[in-house]
């Protein structure tokens, strides 16, 4: 099992950038592919990025690629998301999710564990 942590959330001006982080625990964590996911006010989870268990792929939502950056530091136990050039429609709640021997996935159902999520709040 895997239990998932992010930080690095909070309140940024349209234009700006923020760093998220998903801390991992347990044994293994470079052989799980990680997403993120994100949530907005009144509208269901939708996938952002997936990265594969060792890094070797990467997926983006076309509503981000090219202005977010998922990476991943298997020593440390890590994934990030690095968000530049937001906009107030990236506001919701982030999160890190994890499925083992996972490649990049882009649905809700194929991953197995969830962290509590991490709010973003672009102003206009």
């Known amino acids: 099992q895997v239990q998932l942590a992010e930080s690095g959330g909070g309140l940024v001006q349209a234009g700006g950038s923020l760093r998220l982080s998903c801390a991992a625990s347990?044994?293994?964590?470079?052989?799980?592919?990680m997403g993120w996911f994100r949530q907005a006010s009144g509208k269901e989870r939708e996938f952002v990025s997936a990265i594969s268990a060792f890094g070797g792929s990467t997926g983006y939502a076309d509503s981000v690629k090219d202005r977010f950056t998922i990476s991943r530091d298997n020593a440390e136990n890590t994934v990030s998301l690095l968000m530049d050039s937001l906009k107030p429609e990236d506001t919701a709640v982030y999160y890190c999710?994890?499925?083992?021997?996972?490649?990049?996935?882009?649905?809700?159902?194929?991953?197995?564990?969830w962290g509590q999520g991490s709010q973003v709040t672009v102003s206009s």
């Open positions: 999710a994890a499925k083992q021997y996972g490649l990049v996935r882009r649905s809700t159902f194929e991953y197995d564990y």
């Open positions: 347990g044994r293994a964590f470079s052989t799980y592919g």
